[in-house]
């Protein structure tokens, strides 16, 4: 086995392990920690549809609105106040 191969095979993504146990629950569990976030976390709902809509026709978003530059679900990022589009040239 060459190193790369070996490399590859240790690779564990928990995030997409837990994706795969149960999909729709999955994404019901973010919907609710979105709507639960702190005020003060919280982008107001102009800002944030500008976001998404920024996301939208981004040729960055991949499978079920994850970013594929950052990793994130762009729905949750773009509700934080603090983050930011990770492009060099940041979309939002
Ligand atoms: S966060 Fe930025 S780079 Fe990622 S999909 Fe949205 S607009 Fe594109």
């Known amino acids: 086995m060459d ?4 490399k ?3 690779r564990v993504c928990r995030k997409c392990l837990l994706y795969a146990e149960n ?3 999955f994404f019901r569990k973010l919907e609710a920690y979105i709507a639960n976030l702190d005020e003060d ?3 107001d709902q102009e800002t944030y549809e500008q976001r998404l809509a920024q996301c ?3 040729p960055h978003l991949v499978t079920d609105g994850m970013c594929a530059l950052c990793g994130c679900y762009v729905e ?3 509700a934080l106040k ?3 589009c990770p492009d060099t ?4």
């Open 76 to 78: 949750l990022r773009a």
């Open 89 to 92: 040239v940041r979309k939002w």
């Open 56 to 58: 939208a026709h981004c």
């Open 41 to 43: 976390d919280r982008t």
């Open 82 to 84: 603090v983050r930011r």
């Open 3 to 6: 190193h790369y191969t070996k």
């Open 8 to 10: 590859q095979e240790l």
């Open 23 to 25: 999909r729709e629950e």
